[in-house]
């Protein structure tokens, strides 16, 4: 396994100064497509090299996997002389991205301006908490936070009988994570026309906002309102996994096509045709009701009846899966997407990369790297001399 030279994104190098999964998942996706993405690590390391499970203390799964086809570059940035090994290696660079605060990435004297001198070609990328224009540019910022910030944690309340919940997942970080790896490609894009790199700031509070508004805008939309933020069919109380004779599961009735299949599939019962199942408006205006309705008469039949009949009638309808079963999934299975690899760690299965290309597929690369791991090569690639690294070593600005 090596994932380096193999996807759209083959001859791309990006430092990596980020951690935790933000940084790292956006920098995950650059490695899967084919970049040489360079971790650089301080001298503890990444904090999610220490998260549990995992035969060794320092290289957790989780770390594993978000670094998968990075090398490991470990050095002391508040050194002199390990900032400018960044500034050396940012010559021959594409990508620089951080996932410091602004002031602290500028203490290191490692800002968009000292990169851009050293590289006028690069993209630099902020991944961060809160955008440096507004009063909470210094505010820390996890994924927890950003989840209760963005309105997330009061829209999961609506579900959960008024109780405050996060979803059960890192959606701030990974939905930032994901825009970074957009706004970076797209500003590589953007060089390859005008020839000059730029600068992109990605905030995990106003990615997440913007995520929430795509639908919770609705009646806000308009000056002066026509109605409430909240889009009410995501809200209601009544959307929720249905409860069959022996089970439950997941059904969307959404369009008018489905609704009729639906109808002729019970035989067209009396309540069925009241005018608000009529049209996409009436059942969005009822849609507490109509939820209700389907609920109340789901429980009649069992699981495998419903799938059957939903099969049949090309609804949408699934079985409520766990994560333990889609490790065995038949579609997950037959397409490849669970990926075992003999590594240094043992066998280890990846989830594969989600995305196809028809003339550059990409490939996982190896499990995070051990911390330091590419240190040497990496100078030497960028030039520095035997004596040079060992100088660096000894000054403990490239621990060992």
């Known amino acids: 396994m090596s994932g380096r030279g193999k996807g759209p994104l083959a001859g791309v190098r990006v430092l990596d100064c980020t951690s935790v999964l933000m940084g790292p998942y956006a920098t995950q996706i650059f490695a899967d497509l084919g970049a040489d993405v360079i971790k650089i690590e301080g001298p503890s390391g990444d904090t999610t090299r220490f998260i549990p499970p995992g035969p060794d203390a320092s290289r957790g799964a989780m770390f594993l996997n978000v670094n998968r086809g990075k090398r490991s570059l470990a050095l002391d ?8 090994a960044v500034l050396r290696l940012a010559r021959t660079a594409d990508v620089f991205i951080h996932s410091m605060r602004a002031q602290a990435i500028a203490r290191l004297g490692l800002d968009y301006a000292a990169l851009q001198a050293a590289n006028p070609r690069i993209v630099y990328a902020n991944l961060y908490g809160y955008g440096r224009n507004g009063p909470y540019r210094d505010y820390p910022a996890y994924d927890d936070i950003v989840q209760a910030a963005s309105g997330i944690v009061d829209l999961q309340a609506r579900l959960s009988g008024g109780e405050p919940t996060y979803a059960a997942t890192v959606i701030a970080d990974k939905v930032a994570g994901l825009t970074g790896a957009y706004a970076v490609i797209a500003a590589l894009f953007a060089r390859e026309r005008t020839g000059v790199g730029q600068e992109v700031e990605v905030p995990m509070f106003e990615t997440l906002v913007s995520f929430a508004a795509t639908e919770h805008i609705c009646g806000s939309l308009f000056d002066p309102p ?70 109340q008469v789901l429980e009649t039949r069992t699981s495998a009846e419903w799938m059957e009949l939903f099969r049949r009638a090309e609804i949408p309808a699934t079985p409520i899966a766990s994560l333990q079963g889609l490790l065995h999934d038949p579609h997950l299975v037959e397409t490849g997407f669970w990926q075992s690899a003999e590594t240094d760690m043992g066998t280890l299965r990846f989830p594969g990369i989600p995305t196809a290309f028809s003339a ?39 621990p060992s």
């Open 226 to 295: 026509l109605g409430p933020p909240e889009y009410p069919r995501a809200t209601s109380p009544a959307r929720r996994p249905y409860r069959t004779a022996d089970g439950h599961i997941g059904v969307m009735i959404y369009n008018d096509k489905q609704w009729q299949a639906f109808f002729r599939e019970l035989g067209d019962p009396d309540w069925s045709h009241d005018p608000m199942f009529a049209s996409m408006r009436s059942r969005s205006e009822n849609i507490t009701t109509v939820l209700a309705q389907v609920a």
């Open 360 to 398: 550059t597929p990409g490939e996982i690369g190896d499990p995070g790297p051990v911390l330091g791991a590419d240190s040497i090569a990496i100078l030497a690639e960028a030039g520095y001399s035997d004596e040079e690294i060992a100088a660096l070593t000894a000054s403990g600005a490239v």
């Open 77 to 84: 940035l508040k050194q002199a002389s390990a900032r400018d």
